[in-house]
T-cell receptor, first 114, second 113 residues
């Protein structure tokens, strides 16, 4: 079974631009979560989607948004990019209904804002 | 509140045991997890433990949970150079059926040959 895939793997953007990152979960997984990883703040939860609905949201400004499609694929968008948005963005999928909630992570998208 | 703390660095010799420690604050956490991250990669789920368990063993990995002290540890037996990585502990945050994980800062494990 294929793992979680994220595209693109690397991205360079300029301050003020916007960016869209994509995540395809493991087949059969309906829950997708997004995390931001930076050297200073570590791993921080952005949001979680299930059945096209945002179920949980972390403490990030409104410039960060996401959505989930009917095939469980998810996208996250960051508008008006700031230098501090440079990070590794990780997506994780899990099988809803599994009480253990094992989350499987993709390789991440490395975003650099200049 | 929800907070997870880990020591930042551990160095061991190949063949020794490694013990990575973690403390958490949310006493309502039901599951606690250990993840491994190698350079340039995402996170790999290593193992997890349910909060009503004291210990879980999975091949070379042993997880110990002291719920009273909110202390979690991961022991890696016969540590190999391939175990060099950053190890994160995480608790499941929020209430109800949520996939939100609260991670520690990560412990860098250095294995010397």
């Amino acid at each position: 079974k294929a793992g979680v895939t994220q595209t693109p793997r690397y991205l360079i953007k300029t301050r003020g631009q916007q960016v869209t990152l994509s995540c395809s979960p493991i087949s059969g997984h309906r829950s997708v979560s997004w995390y931001q990883q930076t050297p200073g703040q570590g791993l921080q939860f952005l949001f979680e989607y299930f059945s096209e609905t945002q179920r949980n949201k972390g403490n990030f400004p409104g410039r960060f948004s996401g959505r989930q499609f009917s095939n469980s694929r998810s996208e996250m968008n960051v508008s008006t990019l700031e230098l501090g948005d440079s990070a590794l963005y990780l997506c994780a999928s899990s099988f809803h209904g599994d009480r253990v909630y094992e989350q499987y992570f993709g390789p991440g998208t490395r975003l650099t804002v200049t | 509140g929800e907070d997870v703390e880990q020591s930042l660095f551990l160095s061991v010799r190949e063949g020794d045991s490694s013990v990575i420690n973690c403390t958490y604050t949310d006493s309502s956490s039901t599951y606690l997890y250990w993840y491994k991250q190698e350079p340039g990669a995402g996170l790999q789920l290593l193992t997890y433990i349910f909060s009503n368990m004291d210990m879980k063993q999975d091949q070379r990995l042993t997880v110990l949970l002291n719920k009273k002290d909110k202390h979690l540890s991961l022991r890696i037996a016969d540590t190999q150079t391939g175990d060099s990585a950053i190890y994160f502990c995480a608790e499941r945050g929020g209430s109800g059926n949520t996939g939100k994980l609260i991670f520690g800062q990560g412990t860098t494990l250095q294995v010397k040959p």
